[in-house]
């Protein structure tokens, strides 16, 4: 330590340590004790952890497992339909391509801009 | 001069960078070392153990990770712990025991003269005392790098890690780090 020279740190360093390593050997023997048993209790904690861990991956999976063999028995109404509807689903097609009809024809009406950019239709739009 | 006593030169040698073998002789290793970064820190013998024994507990469940990484781990651990319990106690201080005497600092720990050289030992002990309460001056930054930078030889990238910040606020806290406990224990010659 030199204050002549206060960016030469390297010999205040090497006497902080020093000083530092001299006091770890010097912890006094109640408190290695009690270091002592605080390591064996988290290395005697850490297999519960493990083991709980286990546990609970464990039964997740079964959960997971039990759920699927389940829906196996479950009745699969998207492969085989009801006879009743039948007609709902044909409905629902016909729909379908109606809607799809007509908005091809919207999109292939130049008149329908025409009209949208005329003076008639703002009265329409204003109500 | 911060250290009266005799250099020792075994102990000058740096601290072995080859991880542990185990988790078990890691943190064997590593307890000591904790618990003078958590007494300076905390200024309560009790306190300091309590952070230290909460840091191996959580330490645990990093064991599956790299030995190489096991050093930054365990100190980023031990400083949330102790940061985290240092909020509690300004708290219990300031609304719980505002005239109790929590606030006052335990004695450095340090193990009874025995043996040869008690006066070497003597002198050790005032020597160390005086650098952790200029230590417990300093502001938590700069004690948490001026410790793991210097006394630990954690490199400036790990000792970034641990403390949470960049690269650069290391070097600058502990930059004035040094020059407030050069000119503190200065003031002790």
Same mark, same amino acid.
């Given at each position: 330590?030199?204050?002549?020279?206060?960016?030469?740190?390297?010999?205040?360093?090497?006497?902080?340590?020093?000083?530092?390593?001299?006091?770890?050997?010097?912890?006094?023997?109640?408190?290695?004790?009690?270091?002592?048993?605080?390591?064996?209790?988290?290395?005697?904690?850490?297999?519960?952890?493990?083991?709980?861990?286990?546990?609970?991956?464990?039964?997740?999976?079964?959960?997971?497992?039990?759920?699927?063999?389940?829906?196996?028995?479950?009745?699969?109404?998207?492969?085989?339909?009801?006879?009743?509807?039948?007609?709902?689903?044909?409905?629902?097609?016909?729909?379908?391509?109606?809607?799809?009809?007509?908005?091809?024809?919207?999109?292939?009406?130049?008149?329908?801009?025409?009209?949208?950019?005329?003076?008639?239709?703002?009265?329409?739009?204003?109500? | 001069?911060?250290? !009266?006593?005799?250099?020792?030169?075994?102990?000058?040698?740096?601290?072995?960078?080859?991880?542990?073998?185990?988790?078990?002789?890691?943190?064997?290793?590593?307890?000591?070392?904790?618990?003078?970064?958590?007494? #300076?820190?905390?200024?309560?013998?009790?306190?300091?153990?309590?952070?230290?024994?909460?840091?191996?507990?959580?330490?645990?469940?990093?064991?599956?990770?790299?030995?190489?990484?096991?050093?930054?781990?365990?100190?980023?651990?031990?400083?949330?712990?102790?940061?985290?319990?240092?909020?509690?106690?300004?708290?219990?201080?300031?609304?719980?025991?505002?005239? /109790?005497?929590? /606030?006052?600092? !335990?004695?450095?720990?340090?193990?009874?003269?025995? /043996? #040869?050289?008690?006066?070497? #030992?003597?002198?050790?002990?005032?020597?160390?005392?005086?650098?952790?309460?200029?230590?417990?001056?300093?502001?938590?930054?700069?004690?948490? #790098?001026?410790?793991?930078?210097?006394?630990?030889?954690?490199?400036?990238?790990?000792?970034?890690?641990?403390? /949470?910040?960049?690269?650069?606020?290391?070097?600058?806290?502990?930059?004035?780090?040094?020059?407030?406990?050069?000119?503190?224990?200065?003031?002790?010659?």
């Amino acid at each position: 330590m030199n204050p002549a020279h206060p960016h030469d740190d390297t010999g205040f360093d090497a006497q902080a340590r020093g000083l530092h390593r001299a006091s770890l050997a010097q912890v006094s023997p109640q408190t290695l004790m009690r270091l002592r048993t605080a390591r064996h209790e988290a290395q005697r904690a850490a297999p519960e952890s493990a083991r709980s861990w286990r546990w609970l991956t464990a039964t997740a999976f079964s959960a997971v497992l039990a759920v699927g063999i389940g829906l196996q028995f479950l009745p699969r109404t998207s492969t085989a339909p009801a006879p009743g509807a039948a007609t709902p689903v044909a409905v629902t097609d016909g729909e379908t391509a109606l809607d799809e009809a007509s908005a091809g024809a919207l999109e292939e009406d130049p008149d329908l801009y025409l009209w949208l950019a005329s003076a008639d239709a703002q009265p329409l739009a204003m109500e | 001069m911060l250290v !009266s006593a005799t250099p020792n030169p075994l102990m000058d040698t740096p601290a072995s960078p080859a991880p542990a073998a185990t988790l078990e002789l890691f943190l064997a290793d590593i307890g000591p070392r904790a618990f003078r970064f958590a007494e #300076a820190g905390l200024r309560h013998r009790d306190d300091a153990l309590d952070v230290v024994q909460d840091a191996m507990m959580k330490m645990i469940v990093y064991r599956d990770r790299p030995a190489a990484e096991w050093t930054p781990l365990f100190w980023s651990i031990l400083r949330r712990r102790i940061v985290d319990m240092q909020r509690r106690a300004g708290f219990r201080l300031r609304w719980l025991l505002p005239t /109790g005497d929590r /606030g006052e600092e !335990s004695p450095v720990d340090w193990a009874p003269d025995l /043996g #040869a050289g008690p006066s070497q #030992a003597h002198d050790q002990r005032e020597a160390y005392a005086r650098l952790v309460q200029a230590l417990r001056a300093l502001p938590a930054r700069q004690r948490e #790098a001026f410790t793991l930078r210097v006394l630990e030889e954690l490199d400036v990238a790990d000792t970034a890690r641990v403390m /949470g910040c960049s690269e650069g606020s290391v070097k600058t806290h502990l930059s004035r780090a040094r020059e407030a406990l050069q000119k503190q224990l200065e003031e002790f010659r």
